[in-house]
């Protein structure tokens, strides 16, 4: 068990590429922490310095207040399950996991007695004396998590150990490794892209872009007051709807009608300095409702507005409506770009809103919907910020 | 009907190429089994079998010394290579350091360099340091001319094992060194296998090394041995002799490679990472 401090930990490779700056994080003891991002948003690359895989270039990596820096990684106590698994092609199961234990010089007996222990824990009992080649996916996955939990580590780094895995199977691992690291109690960091892996599974999330912290917190946090435009489109799924917005005469104007200013909103706005007129108004699938079916609650009065209603995709628990609006305005913002992945401009036509299952709605309707205006985000364009939340 | 015939095609052109590679071998077999009475007969089967060839060869004192010498040699001078290039492919397949371009251009160099020219520098450098006709003064050409080979080859099969397994035995606790001889030799080891093989025909082989730096029976390697054979007297050729002693030096190899062949599996390393 232990508790991993970052101190300004940077990566600057030889070619002066910076892939992580400055990195503030404190791992409590025992904690679950999800480093989440886009693809080449340096989360890898921070677990392979906690790892040792890479060298750190500036700042400090402390383990339980010992700074281990230039401490070789099998000196630090860590266990790390990667992606492809990496397990050794060439020994059975039973070796495999009970390799670390073997450079560690168990005995022999003990090392069995672990070996058996973990491979019970992991479901994994008949298939010791069997080599990787002849494994399924998801046991391979398993045997991989067994190397690294077998000689009881300081830590588990997990490098988006679920990735490789068919969606069904990686919904189940997910709850294995949930219940495993609760069961176990060790400080875990885990890596991934998926950014419904990282609501579901750590106590605390850190989203990353190119190379920078963006907000540190638990998932519900990130999810409900997001900091900044990059977080508010990252998380959630289908992603918040981004509309542009301008206040005139203490109202918003917006595609979605005329919103009045709450108070929470009028408050945050006046704290700021420099607030412009145009602004990105973001609002949660899961904030409008169909009025049919008892509108929503919430402390102002609703706000609604009509749109046609272009695909509707019934999952089963929900429906998922996108509608067309009547306007012809987009929302440009480089944050957003980084959240959807190279999408830059978000048509502020349209709209996708989660409806309860019960909704009568059919495509080509036009449909009316309400909303709290309290679920109401507004953003600045140039900066991200998110102007209705205290940073 | 088109499988039919493209495989009578492919039949047929397989024995072509068969014929054309195996005939020279047949007929060197086929002399050695001769009589010195019968063997310019101009028939390719012996009239009359015999193995006094066969005798001979390993009656005759020299031969046998010969056969040692290339065994020995060839043995170590395989060990050295594999050795020495196992660590050079290692690291020019995973490490980054300056020169490792130039590593790899000066060893395809050498691999270029026509052997003739090297002769005669070689021997004045090997009479100079007392190194003429012993088995280092064998050994250290051998050895050099092997080693691109064998960082070449050996360099490709390292690149084909996935660096995660080198990462997951260091998270694991593994040394370096450990991790290099618990996880990557052992997946690398078909590719060895191939590659000393590979090394060791290239050195049992050679004739003009043997020829220009040895004088006498102390390292004189077997294929060298054979161009001092004799006729019993002064108006017999000695064909029947160097026919069964082509053989014989030939014969061992064959077997070594059709006995290793199933050692050089591929796909080894699949299971390791999914991919």
């Known amino acids: ?391 | 009907m088109t499988t039919g015939r493209n495989r009578a095609r492919w039949s047929a052109v397989n024995a072509l190429v068969l014929l054309y590679a195996l005939v020279p071998v047949a007929w060197i077999a086929a002399l050695s089994f001769k009589t010195p009475a019968t063997i310019s007969d101009g028939a390719f089967w012996p009239r009359r079998w015999t193995l006094d060839n066969y005798r001979g060869i390993f009656a005759n004192d020299d031969f046998v010394r010969g056969l040692v010498n290339s065994i020995g040699i060839g043995l170590i001078s395989t060990a050295v290579a594999i050795a020495v290039g196992t660590l050079a492919a290692y690291a020019i397949a995973r490490l980054a350091f300056p020169g490792k371009s130039l590593v790899l251009g000066v060893s395809l160099l050498i691999a270029m360099f026509p052997q003739i020219s090297l002769v005669t520098p070689l021997f004045q450098i090997e009479r100079g340091l007392g190194l003429f006709n012993t088995w280092p003064g064998l050994i250290l050409p051998y050895v050099t001319f092997a080693l691109p080979l064998t960082i070449y080859t050996l360099s490709t099969f390292f690149r084909e094992i996935p660096w995660d397994l080198e990462k997951a035995a260091k998270m694991d606790g593994a040394t370096p060194f450990q991790a290099f001889r618990l996880v990557i030799a052992p997946l690398a080891m078909p590719g060895v296998v191939t590659t000393a093989i590979l090394a060791f025909i290239v050195c049992w082989n050679d004739f003009l090394f043997s020829i220009s730096l040895t004088s006498s029976d102390a390292a004189r390697t077997a294929p060298a041995t054979i161009s001092f054979f004799t006729g019993s007297s002064q108006f017999e050729d000695p064909t029947g002799s160097i026919a069964a002693a082509a053989m014989v030096i030939t014969v061992p190899i064959v077997v070594f490679v059709l006995l290793f062949q199933r050692r050089i599996v591929s796909g080894l390393t699949s299971g390791a990472v999914k991919g």
Request: hydrophobic fraction near 40%; include cysteine.
């Open chain 1, 1 to 391: 068990m232990a508790e991993i401090a970052l101190e300004k930990v940077g990566k600057t490779y030889p070619d002066g590429y910076t892939a992580v700056h400055a990195l503030d994080l404190t791992v409590a003891d025992g904690e679950f922490v999800i480093l989440v991002g886009p693809s080449g948003c340096g989360k890898s690359t921070t677990l392979n310095m906690i790892a040792g895989l890479e060298d750190i270039t500036s700042g400090e990596l402390r383990i339980d207040g010992t700074r281990v820096n230039e401490v070789a990684p099998r000196a630090r106590d860590i266990a790390m399950v990667f992606q492809s698994y990496a397990l050794y092609p060439h020994m059975t199961v039973r070796e495999n996991i009970g390799f670390p234990l073997r450079l560690a010089g168990m005995d022999r007996a003990r090392a069995a007695g672990k070996i058996e222990e973990t491979a019970r824990i992991l479901d994994l009992e008949g298939l010791l004396d069997r080599r990787p080649a002849h494994l399924s996916g998801g046991q391979r996955q398993r045997v991989a998590m067994g190397r690294a939990i077998v000689r009881d580590p300081r830590a588990f780094l997990m490098d988006e150990p679920l990735s490789n895995l068919d969606a069904k199977l990686r919904v189940q691992m997910r709850t294995t490794i949930s219940r495993l690291q609760k069961r176990l109690g060790t400080t875990t960091v885990y890596v991934t892209h998926d950014q419904t892996e990282a609501m579901t599974l750590g106590d605390r999330m850190v989203l990353m872009n190119k190379g920078r912290v963006q907000q540190v917190g638990p998932p519900d946090e990130l999810y409900r007051r997001p900091h900044n435009l990059f977080v508010a489109g990252f998380v959630g799924s289908p992603a918040m709807n981004f509309l542009p917005a301008e206040i005139q005469d203490g109202a918003l104007r917006s595609v979605i009608g005329r919103i009045p200013l709450t108070d929470r909103m009028r408050n945050a706005l006046q704290r700021r300095r420099g607030v412009p007129r145009e602004l990105v108004l973001g609002v949660r699938p899961e904030a409008f409702a169909d009025p049919r079916l008892g509108g929503v609650h919430g402390g102002a009065e609703p706000c609604s507005f009509t749109g046609q209603v272009e695909i509707l995709e019934s999952l089963g628990a929900e429906k998922l409506a996108y509608l067309t609006l009547d306007a012809d305005a987009a929302v440009r913002s480089e944050h957003l770009a980084d959240a959807f992945q190279g999408r830059e401009s978000w048509s502020g036509d349209q709209l996708v809103a989660r409806l309860d299952p019960a909704s009568p709605v059919r495509e080509g309707d036009e449909l009316e919907l309400v909303y709290d205006p309290d679920a109401i985000h507004l953003f600045a364009p140039d900066t991200g910020v998110n102007l209705t939340e205290d940073a």
